[in-house]
């Protein structure tokens, strides 16, 4: 049970931590993403082969009305920046980066 409450505790911390820091650095940057048209085009495509994935059995889309079931992660590289798209729905994920113009 001790380890329980340590848990919270550091959980509780980590947040807390988190939200502190987001304060102090009022003046942290806004870093804008864009797709490539190469990069867009196998996006459109895992759309496509993904799209039911958002529904259950009875056509409700079981993320919520606001929330789709695919996501997009950018990380940046010292030579690019890496797409990853990713479907909550069945896990699959695809790489779209393009990386012959790297």
């Not at 996501?71 to 920046?81: A, Q, V, Y």
């Amino acid at each position: 049970m001790d380890k329980e409450k340590d848990k919270e505790k550091i959980d509780k911390f980590n947040y807390e931590s988190i939200d502190e820091n987001y304060i102090k650095n009022k003046d942290i940057e806004e870093i804008e993403f864009t797709l490539l048209d190469s990069e867009y085009e196998l996006y459109q495509e895992f759309l496509k082969k993904h799209e039911k994935c958002q529904f259950d059995k009875n056509g409700k889309n079981k993320f919520g009305p606001y929330e789709g079931c695919i996501s997009i992660k950018f990380t940046r590289t010292g030579l690019g920046n890496v797409a990853v798209c990713k479907c909550k729905g069945c896990k699959a994920s695809s790489d779209l980066t393009d990386y012959d113009l790297w």
